[in-house]
């Protein structure tokens, strides 16, 4: 990403150097774990919208974008765990190279050094935000977890989006418009961020079901008894749907055109409303870069 390229590279020797912070055991393995394949997504989120706020990127801001990423990673270790995950972005996962009890240490650890950038931004009011995030995030696993083999409606799906993956870019954005004193706006931003992560997960969803890569195993979802977006749509379709088999379920979602439009619409309206909640910020070179990477929940492939 050009417009932020030197951005981009302070932040990775920071994220760098908080981990390195501590020597350790399996150091490497978890600096193998970060620094892998990864779009960065979450805190080029955080430099973007400072930037499109025309605002400086304080090292404050850094390490902000600092405690997204570091989460994030922290959940996704965790998340494999549960799982029973074989692979992760195209490598083998950390829980299978170490054991779970080793990665179960790995993601605390990750989440240890979160909370030390946490505390480097120097503002309560973000301490209590991610708090509060991380408390609804862990609610979202735990429900999940209950709800397994369970079809839910389409608000309790997008409730479960929210909790999961939404929350986390909220926190983020909202912490950034206390660090760069635009309090005004929050709730312009909050509802950018609900969006997003909501239209974020249900194309990670989608994408377990229509598409095949080496980044995560396909229908890991729905093996799993995790019933997402287009398994919602087929129960509207046919009520016994808690009849078929889950193969059965998997063929006939993808032989059916409408389901797999109906997600995608799901997809865009979110988008949408992410992008019209932002239009308080003027044009910039930074706010397309923002459009671009919201459209593209709709348009291409993601990775975390």
């Keep these: 990403m050009k417009i932020i390229e030197n951005e981009l590279v302070k932040f990775n020797k920071i994220l760098y150097d908080v981990l390195k912070e501590s020597e350790n055991e399996i150091n490497s393995d978890i600096l193998d774990f970060i620094f892998s394949k990864s779009k960065r ?3 080029k989120l955080v430099i973007l919208f ?8 304080t090292p404050e801001i850094y390490y902000l974008a600092c405690v997204v990423e570091l989460l994030h990673n922290s959940t996704l270790i965790h998340d494999d765990i549960i799982d029973e995950a ?3 972005r195209g490598k083998i996962s950390l829980n299978k190279k170490l054991g779970n009890n080793l990665s179960v240490l790995a993601g605390d650890y990750i ?14 009011n973000i301490i209590k935000i991610f708090s509060h995030s ?8 735990i429900n999940q977890y209950f709800t397994k083999n369970k079809i839910l409606s389409l608000d309790e799906y997008i409730n479960k989006s929210i909790n999961k993956t939404a929350e986390l870019f909220k926190a983020s954005l909202i912490s950034l418009m206390y660090l760069i004193n635009i309090e005004n706006h929050i709730k312009e931003i909050e509802n950018f961020a609900i ?5 974020f997960q249900i194309k990670d969803d989608y994408l377990n079901i229509y598409c095949s890569d080496n980044t995560k195993p396909q229908l890991s979802d729905i093996y799993n008894g995790i019933y997402t977006a287009p398994v919602i749509f087929l129960k509207k379709k046919i009520a016994d749907i808690e009849n078929l088999s ?6 006939k979602i993808k032989k059916d055109r409408d389901i797999n439009e109906q997600t995608i619409k799901l997809i865009k309206k979110s988008c949408d409303d992410s992008i019209a909640s932002i239009e308080f910020i003027k044009d910039n070179q930074y706010k397309k870069e923002i459009i671009r990477i919201t459209e593209n ?3 291409a492939e993601i990775n975390e």
């Design 50 to 57: 400072a930037k499109a706020l025309e605002k400086e990127i």
């Design 41 to 43: 997504l979450r805190p």
């Design 297 to 299: 929940l709709y348009k």
């Design 246 to 251: 889950k193969d059965e379920i998997i063929e």
């Design 195 to 199: 969006h997003f992560g909501t239209a």
């Design 134 to 141: 991380l408390q609804n995030m862990c609610l979202g696993e």
């Design 86 to 88: 074989q692979m992760r």
């Design 111 to 124: 989440l240890a050094c979160a909370l030390n950038c946490l505390i480097k931004c120097k503002d309560i």
